[in-house]
């Protein structure tokens, strides 16, 4: 399909033409006056030419008084003359065109798309709610009359659609590769890539995507009891590495303290036990309460 190029035109003052439709309403019923009185005067009968006249004067006045229209900024008017396009009238202001044409208001105006929340699939197969809002604006008021059915409908059908792909191409969370982008972890990154992909799919209809982002993410009812314990899980999990990571140290400190500074001779035995019981104390959840040991450590 080729596409429908805009054409930005200017057309006539609608004052000036305001003072002629005027002059023609008011100066038909003048003549006719002017007529009846004058043939009075000379015991004639009116002129049917003059009456004509004045009849066709007052019927041009408010034919052409259809051609007056307003714009306020950031509007535009898309003249259609029997099936053809026109132009685009873009200025402000009060404006007159052939009546004849089809005026087609088109606002420029940025406006704002909240979607609602959609249940969809991310790249893992797990089933999310995604919600997005999009502000955007007509651009090409052509592209936007000739080129889609209904701008409107188009732009939510293409951002319902965009939003769904989106949560296709990412993992809600937890990437399984380092680096790898997530709806939840990356949230700029995400909005600027719906953006892009809003932008493409809606350029068809002469639509601008000034902002996209998501408003809402989160599992699905049915599996967000189970993520959020699988959330957990991997949270204590992580906790639990750390504390054993530094527990190691610390005992790997502190054995090369001991033996740097010849503060005891430690066997490997000795050393095993040390090991278990700083590991212990270190690493257990409750407070370690200490047993003093009055014999060896073989009795």
């Not at 003249?79 to 026109?86: A, E, H």
């Not at 609602?116 to 797990?126: C, E, P």
């Not at 790898?180 to 892009?196: D, F, M, Q």
């Not at 639509?207 to 949270?235: D, F, K, N, S």
Request: proline letters at 2%.
């Amino acid at each position: 399909m080729n596409k429908t190029q805009e054409r930005q035109i200017t057309v006539l003052s609608g004052w000036l033409m305001l003072v002629l439709n005027v002059a023609l309403i008011a100066g038909g019923p003048t003549l006719i006056a002017l007529e009846i009185v004058d043939s009075a005067r000379h015991g004639t009968n009116p002129s049917a030419a003059r009456i004509l006249t004045a009849i066709a004067m007052m019927v041009a006045g408010f034919f052409l008084a259809a051609g007056h229209f307003t714009l306020q900024p950031n509007e535009a008017r898309v003249l259609i003359l029997f099936g053809s396009y026109v132009g685009t009238v873009k200025a402000s202001g009060f404006h007159w065109t052939n009546p004849l044409n089809t005026k087609l208001k088109i606002s420029q105006r940025s406006r704002n798309l909240d979607g609602q929340k959609l249940k969809v699939n991310d790249k893992r197969g797990n089933p999310i709610e995604i919600a997005a809002v999009m502000v955007w604006r007509v651009a090409d008021t052509a592209e936007a009359v000739f080129d889609v059915e209904s701008y409107d409908q188009y732009v939510r059908v293409q951002s319902e659609s965009a939003v769904r792909h989106l949560a296709s191409r990412f993992a809600y969370d937890h990437g399984e590769q380092e680096g790898e982008i997530t709806l939840r972890g990356n949230v700029e990154e995400v909005s600027v890539e719906l953006a892009k992909e809003l932008q493409e799919r809606l350029a068809k209809a002469g639509v601008v995507v000034e902002e996209a982002r998501l408003t809402h993410l989160a599992y699905a009812p049915e599996i967000a009891g189970a993520m959020l314990r699988r959330q957990q899980a991997e949270a204590v999990i992580a906790a639990r590495q750390k504390i054993v990571h530094g527990a190691v140290s610390m005992v790997d400190m502190a054995l090369k303290d001991l033996n740097d500074r010849k503060v005891v001779e430690l066997d490997d035995e000795r050393k095993a036990a040390m090991v278990s019981n700083l590991l212990v104390v270190l690493c257990g959840e409750a407070e370690a309460h200490p047993v003093i040991n009055t014999g060896s450590l073989y009795s």
